[in-house]
């Protein structure tokens, strides 16, 4: 049907600008981590080696807010492709057929059990979206933990720039959450519209 087909297409566009938006949430801890070395870092911009435990603590200290937030940013991603989706499935309908097909509580009801289904399901390596929102947020941190334990020696300008690659380097982590998971989303509420009407 030309409707799906084209509602395909918007959807991509939809996901790509949710990648970015996502991405740029996730890269919102670069300041914090920044601010944790140039702590630690003398007059001359060295690191010493020294410091290195205590980097390593605070940085630590970050996951719990940082995992919250990577959640939350990726949760959006699932609750506006849900919404989004059952919204303009209803508006074809409604503009097809000349009925509004579900009522606002049957829709909320809907949107949410979509959501749920999104977080229960499991991938072929057993993981829920609830864990991955986990392992990508430790991920990175450890990431950035061993880039600064690396490059700490090297001064505060490279350890801040290598920072920047490890996040760099993430984004196409991110970028896979959101297009399965965004995805996945997606189809849930095409079928769950579909039951309903």
């Known amino acids: 049907m030309l409707f799906f087909e084209s509602l395909i297409e918007e959807y991509k566009k939809l996901n790509t600008q949710q990648s970015k938006q996502t991405i740029q949430q996730i890269e919102a801890i670069k300041p914090k981590v920044f601010e944790v070395l140039v702590k630690y870092a003398d007059k001359d911009e060295n690191i010493p080696r020294s410091k290195n435990r205590s980097i390593n603590r605070e940085l630590e200290a970050m996951l719990p807010d940082f995992h919250k937030e990577v959640s939350d940013a990726i949760e959006q991603v699932i609750n506006e492709t849900t919404s989004w989706t059952t919204d303009k499935v209803i508006e074809f309908f409604a503009v ?52 600064v334990n690396t490059k700490s ?28 998971d965004g995805v996945n989303a997606y189809r849930e509420s095409i079928i769950e519209n579909a039951k309903k009407k």
């Open 96 to 147: 097809t057929f000349g009925v509004s097909l579900i009522a606002t509580s049957t829709k909320e009801a809907l949107n949410k059990e979509v959501i749920n289904n999104v977080y229960k399901y499991r991938w072929p390596n057993g993981t829920n979206l609830t864990d991955i929102q986990y392992w990508h947020a430790r991920d990175i941190l450890d990431s950035i933990r061993q880039a």
């Open 153 to 180: 020696k090297a001064g505060l300008s490279e350890a801040l720039k290598e920072v920047e690659k490890v996040l760099k380097a993430n984004r196409w982590k991110t970028e896979n959450i959101v297009k399965s």
